[in-house]
């Protein structure tokens, strides 16, 4: 707002106040004209109290609400310092108000900061508010018996049906902070735990017993919202028979428009700022994380929103921000400032500003290596490929008559150059500038062959092995094309084998997705950033880094889509072979990102090196900095001089007949200096005899008004065309350098991994030797162990999974592997592998060896001991129900005479076969292969 030097800082101050009121909705009236019929809410100037004039007392429905006491800016006076003043004229007597009670909302605000207290709370504390409340607001507040934060303290006991330890505590946290009145709350916890559900679930108690108005659940990207709308239409609350949706509305926000009835509002953040600046925003631009793609653009100077009507600041009671790591910094802080609401964040993923934003109010801190221990997610190991040229990039020489294939990026259309110099590229060219097939070739070829050593377990009864669920993020869409032609190849497979996951795909990518989850294929995804973050895909077993990323907590959500864990059944519904339970995950690193230098953030500078795209995301965010418009109308000013008259035509229809130049000139001339005196000489002439304030106001309309005319062509589809046409138009195809891999094999770190979990493992039988019969016959002389049965060891496995899930038999069996290099794979039994291990621990085997091993060459020297002796020789009869009962041993521990009864014995003739074979000898012979077989 402009003023003239001359202007009192105290009237300014009270101008600008009365503005502000106005825009709320309130009515501003002078002392002497004070008429309370006039509208619902009435702001009286100067009301006489007891104790002096009141700078503003507030009426609603004619009744006294609430006073404002008002301060100049330049003062310097701090508002929290005034308070015992504004508290003063809030309990004075107000003239011709026959009502003694003291007025419970109380202001203190300068037009620019403002203060509010509401003295009804349990110890009243006041807060800034980016504004004044409306009228009908405070109506509504005042007519309740109680406030939200008075309400807030009687929430009743939490029930923990249904909820993990993890869950139980963030909730219960989250509800102490607020009946401290703490306004701000952060939720630390682990990918695939369960956030969504712990906010749906606190979301529900909110509207249930606070009777919370409205709950905004924000996210910044259109896959995070889509899947928090699924999590509220499933949930159903443990106290009620009917789904969430069924009691509140919930309202996804696709327009500007949110529903008066709407009680859980689900938006980008990208959306409430666009609402909040009174614009239209493409859906396109919510499809990607901004503080990734870079469109939080470092302004000089960033933008504010401002006041509107349509969405007050009291619009909503709580905020759950998810993904909070990267949703409140730069432009989208703005958002969160502007609403008179609790905030919540949710990440798994916090750095050092997250936790500084909310105050180091962390209720609850569960990371990975907690969800680990827990059994809530699954661990994972590194499996390293290395190659020379992913490593060291290398050079086509130019030779005589040499020629090198070109590709265009878009189309893929191919052509021959001739190679007037050598062509020198390092490994972060690859997949951008130049592409190498062989180097892809390679890293497939590698990946395949080291499939089976990562997955020993994983061959069917033909023989023939069954890739586990593997997702690939690659580094561009040109590059996932790449990729996907390798693997179909490679792996002798057809479309449906492997697929691409973007939002590009001409398949709908959830249809995709949803195969990927539920069905057989495909078996390998490729994706760029689709599902990078947030979509839950619990049988993926394999991540296949073939893009590094910088930013740590990027990586870190990439991770997470390998934790989730899965029931066996339904793991087996998708991969036949599956043995067991999800029992880790593996990272296939073949570009070093699991050892590449990570940061915190991604710190988003102004400067000549921002990429296009960048600044392209950030107009389309409306972001209006004059750095900004100057650098992106001089890129496309070259880009113009570039494109070929085929791609000008294509461009033409996207900007509706506007050429590059045309764009590029009404961004200069968004802040060129001439426009705006002519602008600004209009204002004047229009705005004749009105007061500086409302001039300068017109003038700032005016001016922003002409900018946003300089960008309204920004739309999701010309960016995507700009931001591929303007690339390198070919890419160089190396189809000369061939490969070769240096290494492929476990991470080094995985060795001390390892040793833990034997080291644990052989920690946890020794403690339990004496309490669990199944161990102390292990640890009791060897002719005891021919009283182990199928049910011991079953107990023993489930008081394992509960207590320690991941010391999982398979995969304490792999740590022993790569510690030992054991000669055999994990037998198929988890049962089996688990007594194989704890004859390992117990020092019966010297070696770990599977259980069916040692069973077949103690019964071939049982065989061998009594046909040397009494028995001369076993017929052949004989000998298929030896090995019969030596199969049964090796499975099940144990042989009775009742399991003749049953398979495979009864088909053979059952007990009275037995006896028929054996006669008297049969008892004797079911006690020694008891006790031999098991030695």
């Excluded at 303290?153 to 703490?182: D, W």
């Excluded at 921002?610 to 107009?619: E, F, I, N, Q, S």
């Excluded at 390892?754 to 052989?762: G, L, N, R, Y």
Aim: one cysteine or more; aromatic letters at 10%.
């Amino acid at each position: 707002m402009t003023a003239t030097a001359n202007q009192n800082p105290e009237q300014i101050a009270r101008d600008r106040i009365d503005q502000m009121l106005m825009d709320a909705g309130w009515l501003v009236q002078d002392k002497s004209k004070v008429n309370l019929s006039a509208g619902l809410g009435i702001a009286v100037r100067e009301y006489q109290t007891d104790i002096g004039p009141a700078d503003y007392v507030l009426f609603v429905n004619r009744k006294p609400v609430g006073v404002i006491e008002a301060k100049r800016e330049e003062s310097g006076e701090k508002l929290t310092v005034v308070e015992d003043q504004s508290t003063q004229y809030a309990n004075a007597s107000l003239k011709y108000n026959l009502n003694k009670e003291p007025l419970p909302f109380v202001y203190e605000s300068t037009g620019v900061i403002t203060r509010f207290t509401d003295y009804r709370d349990p110890k009243p504390r006041s807060r800034p508010v980016f504004h004044f409340h409306q009228p009908q607001t405070l109506l509504d507040w005042f007519d309740k018996s109680e406030t939200l934060r008075a309400r807030l303290r009687k929430m009743p006991t939490l029930p923990e049906t249904g909820l993990r330890p993890a869950q139980i505590k963030a909730i219960n946290n989250l509800e102490n902070s607020f009946k401290e009145n703490r306004p701000k709350a952060l939720i630390q916890m682990a990918t695939g735990a369960g956030k969504t559900f712990t906010a749906c679930t606190f979301a529900y108690r909110l509207l249930k017993h606070v009777d919370a108005k409205r709950i905004l659940f924000l996210v910044d990207t259109k896959n995070l919202g889509e899947q928090a709308e699924q999590e509220f239409l499933k949930y159903q609350p443990v106290d009620d028979n009917r789904k969430f949706t069924e009691l509140y509305n919930v309202q996804r926000l696709s327009s500007s428009y949110i529903a008066t009835d709407s009680q859980v509002c689900i938006s980008t953040i990208q959306r409430l700022y666009s609402i909040l600046k009174g614009q239209e925003l493409d859906e396109e631009v919510e499809k990607e994380n901004p503080n990734e793609k870079g469109w939080n653009w470092q302004k000089k100077e960033p933008l504010p929103v401002e006041y509107t009507s349509k969405n007050p600041i009291e619009q909503f009671d709580f905020i759950i921000i998810d993904e909070a790591h990267r949703s409140i910094y730069n432009l989208w802080k703005q958002v969160l400032d502007y609403f008179d609401a609790f905030l919540i964040g949710l990440t798994a993923t916090p750095d050092k500003r997250t936790f500084g934003f909310f105050n180091q109010n962390v209720v609850s801190e569960y990371t990975y290596e907690d969800s680990v221990s827990d059994g809530v997610n699954v661990p994972y190991d590194v499996f390293t490929i290395e190659t020379e040229i992913s490593k060291k990039g290398s050079k086509i020489e130019a030779k005589t008559e040499q020629f090198i294939e070109k590709r265009d990026k878009q189309s893929r259309k191919q052509r021959w150059e001739r190679l007037d110099e050598d062509f020198e590229y390092t490994p972060n060219k690859l997949d951008k500038d130049v592409v190498n097939p062989n180097q892809i070739r390679t890293i497939i070829q590698a990946f395949k062959k080291a499939l089976p050593t990562i997955f020993p377990d994983r061959f069917d009864e033909k023989g023939e092995f069954e890739v586990p669920k593997t997702l690939i993020f690659a580094k561009t869409d040109s590059h996932a094309d790449d990729i996907i032609n390798m693997v179909r190849e490679e792996f002798g497979e057809g479309n449906d084998f492997c697929k691409k996951l973007t939002y590009k795909i001409e398949e709908d990518p959830k249809s995709v997705l949803n195969r990927f989850r539920n069905s057989w294929a495909p078996r390998i995804a490729v994706t760029v950033d689709m599902i990078a973050t947030g979509t839950d895909v619990k049988p993926l077993e394999v991540l296949l880094f073939m893009r590094d990323v910088k930013s740590i907590n990027y990586f870190e959500q990439m991770k997470g889509r390998g934790t989730r864990t899965i029931n066996f059944d339904d793991l087996q519904k998708v991969t036949r072979t599956a043995k067991h339970t999800k029992t880790h995950f593996v990272i296939v690193d073949a570009v070093g990102a699991t050892k590449s230098k990570k940061t915190d953030s991604r710190p988003l500078e102004r400067k000549p090196g921002t990429p296009l795209k960048d600044l392209l995301g950030a107009v389309a965010m409306g972001a209006q900095d004059e750095d900004l418009f100057t650098s992106l109308a001089n890129r496309l000013i070259r880009l113009d001089k570039q494109l070929t008259e085929r791609e000008k035509t294509e461009l033409l229809k996207l900007t509706n007949g506007k050429a590059l130049n045309t764009i590029s000139k009404e961004l200069l001339e968004a802040y060129d200096p001439d426009t705006a005196s002519q602008i600004e000489e209009d204002t004047q002439k229009g705005y004749a005899g009105s007061s500086p304030d409302e001039i300068g106001k017109a003038l700032n309309k005016a001016m922003e008004q002409k900018r946003n005319e300089a960008t309204k062509v920004f739309t999701g589809e010309l960016n995507e065309y700009i931001e591929n046409v303007r690339k390198v138009h070919d890419q160089v195809i190396d189809t000369i350098n061939q490969d070769k891999v240096i290494s492929a094999e476990w991470d080094s770190f995985t060795t001390d991994k390892a040793k833990d979990v034997v080291k644990e493992f052989s920690a946890y039988i020794e403690a339990h030797k004496d309490e669990i019969t199944a161990l102390s016959i292990f640890y009791d002389q060897a002719y005891n162990r021919r009283a182990l049965s199928y049910h011991m060891i079953k107990e023993l496995m489930e008081k394992l999974k509960r207590e320690k899930p991941l010391l999982a038999p398979h995969y304490v069996w792999e740590a022993y592997n790569q510690l030992e290099n054991i000669k055999e794979n994990s037998p198929k039994n988890e049962l089996v592998a688990l007594v194989s291990l704890i004859r390992k621990v117990s020092g019966i085997d010297n070696e770990l060896t599977p259980y069916h091993k040692t069973v077949d060459k103690n019964f071939q020297d049982w065989v061998f001991k009594q046909n040397a002796g009494k028995h001369n020789k076993f017929t052949p009869d004989q000998m298929e129900w030896l090995r019969m009962m030596k199969d049964h041993i090796a499975n099940s521990f144990h042989v009775e005479v009742d399991d003749l009864d049953y398979t495979p014995f009864d088909a053979k003739g059952g007990r009275g076969k037995m006896w028929a074979l054996f006669g008297e000898e049969t008892d004797n012979v079911i006690i020694e292969l008891n006790q031999n077989l098991t030695a």
